[in-house]
């Protein structure tokens, strides 16, 4: 879960969010007067290594065109 701080929260502990950033990986959002304004995320020499999670995970795509979860919209029943 994505944590969501102040900026007044955020300034005295800076240092200590960017360590735990790092440690966990996890994001930081910052926000001004209730509304999100920055996100503090892990670096990574390459972006693509976080897809590499969803590399080989389709099993099977038999008709790409068709449209998905027909019989669930009651409308068309």
Known sequence: MV???SKSQFKPRALQ???EVE???QELIISDRGKPVLKI???TENPEDA???LRDT???????TEP???ED???LQ
């Open 17 to 19: 969010y960017f360590r």
């Open 41 to 43: 995320v892990p670096y």
């Open 51 to 53: 897809l590499k999670a």
């Open 73 to 75: 919209w009651k409308a």
């Open 23 to 25: 440690k966990t990986g």
């Open 68 to 70: 998905v979860g027909l």
């Open 3 to 5: 944590e969501m701080i």
């Open 58 to 64: 389709v099993v099977k795509y038999d008709d790409p």
